[in-house]
Structures are given as C-alpha cells and as structure tokens.
C-alpha cells in the first residue's frame, strides 16, 4: 500500500509565492511519475504538471515560466514552486503518484489535497 500526503499551501497575496510538497510511502519499489492537479469547485480536476523520471518535466500553457517541479528520489518527495501566484491559481492542489510496488504490481495514488488561496 502507497500514501501520498501534500503539504504547503495556504493563503498568499497576488505575486506571491508558495512551495507545495508532495511526499509517498510505503511499499514503494519505484516511482515512475509524480504529478501535480488542481480543481475549484464545479470544475474537473485538470493537470498542473508532471515530473517523469525524476528529471524531465511538463506543465500546463497557464503555469509554464511561473510554476517549476522537482523531485528528491532519495525522499520519494516531489514539489512545486509556485511563483507569480494569481486569483485564477486558487484550488486545491492534489499530488498522483505512480509506480511499482515492491511486489512488482502498478500503483497510483492520490493525496487528500491541499488548498492554495491567492488573495488580497
């Protein structure tokens, strides 16, 4: 069994910044993707970014130059800097994780979510 648990958010001004962590345990043998997604309420839940393979990364058009992914493998931890945070940035942040367990079956598994506020 996989535990996924999101850390870092709260309420920021516009222009400000926050670090969201992402942290798996259990029975981990490997972490192929570690992936950040956000939703408001009423809305689906859409893909923030993704970190595969500890190095190569990909983000939404509306996050690329302002948000960035890294991964400490060693800590099986991923986290998201947001930077230049806007109004329209406000949701909760859910961190997916998948991989292999250490008896070699697939897994993916989120977090409870972490609510990130951007207001004045």
């Known amino acids: 069994q996989v535990q996924v648990v999101e850390s870092g958010g709260g309420l920021v001004q516009p222009g400000g910044s926050l670090r969201l962590s992402c942290t798996a345990s259990?029975?981990?043998?490997?972490?192929?993707?570690m992936a950040w997604y956000r939703q408001v309420p009423g809305k689906q839940r859409e893909l923030v970014g993704v970190?595969?393979?500890?190095?190569?990364?990909n983000y939404t058009d509306s996050v690329k130059g302002r948000f960035t992914m890294s991964r400490d493998i060693v800590k099986n931890t991923a986290y998201l800097q947001m930077n230049s945070l806007k109004p329209e940035d406000t949701a909760v942040y859910y961190c997916n994780v998948a991989g292999r367990t250490t008896a070699w079956r697939p897994f993916g598994s989120w977090g409870q979510g972490t609510q990130v506020t951007v207001s004045s």
């Open positions: 970190i595969i393979s500890g190095s190569n990364t």
């Open positions: 259990g029975s981990i043998a490997s972490i192929a993707i």
